[in-house]
């Protein structure tokens, strides 16, 4: 079943409980969260996660684009993260497996995430034992930019290295998704699709969410 996570970085953070509400009909609620260093944009973090959890009963995936991002996994957890994903370029690479594995102690789901310029052999010894792996069809940091087509072939690589290894991992993507490339995504075999600005930028958001399930 392919998976709809509205990413609320482009709701209207004047009213973002009643935004909220009209993409319930989605499977999770993706959180993106901006340090200024790791990505050169800072968005939201800590205490707008925990009003998000006071309000809604969705999955909250949580986005971190933050460096050295063990260092927060624990307080993330604590504010309502249902799972937490993290960039393998942000952790020192001897800490990402022990930060995977607090996440898990925590009690949540614990996933990798890969930049654009990074390939997918980065991670693969780290899949047997994460839930999620997040694909970067853009440069993190901004909603509402072009989707990248030639990450398509990282995807299709990652498709096969879960199936043949740890099949309950999920491949989401983010970046750049609307109908169209939503197909593609879908097609080269992701099952978890992030889209901010195209779901937001809808007057029915429900409707657009059906309609990029395909
Ligand atoms: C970008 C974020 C995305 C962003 C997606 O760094 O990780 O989640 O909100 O926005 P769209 O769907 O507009 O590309
Ligand atoms: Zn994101």
Known sequence: MI?????????DF????EEIKTIESADYLHFDVMDGVFVPNI????????????????????HLMITSPARYTAQFAKAGADIITFHAEAEDRANISPTI???HNLGKKAGLVLKPGTPAEAILPFLPKI???????????????????????KIQTL???????????????DG????????????????????GSDIFGADDRAARIAALRG
């Open 3 to 11: 998976k709809i996570a509205p990413s609320i970085l482009s709701a």
């Open 14 to 17: 004047t009213k973002l409980g």
């Open 43 to 62: 968005s939201i973090g800590l205490p707008v996660l925990e009003s998000v959890r006071r309000v809604t009963d969705m999955l909250l995936d949580v």
């Open 101 to 103: 594995d607090e996440i």
């Open 131 to 153: 839930d999620m792996i997040l694909v970067m069809t853009v440069e993190p940091g901004f909603g509402g930019q072009k989707f990248m087509h030639d990450m398509l072939p």
């Open 159 to 173: 498709r096969q290295a879960i199936d043949s290894c740890n099949p309950q991992c999920e491949l989401e993507v």
């Open 176 to 195: 750049g998704i609307n109908p169209e490339t939503a197909k593609l995504c879908i097609q080269a075999g992701a099952n978890v699709l992030v889209a």
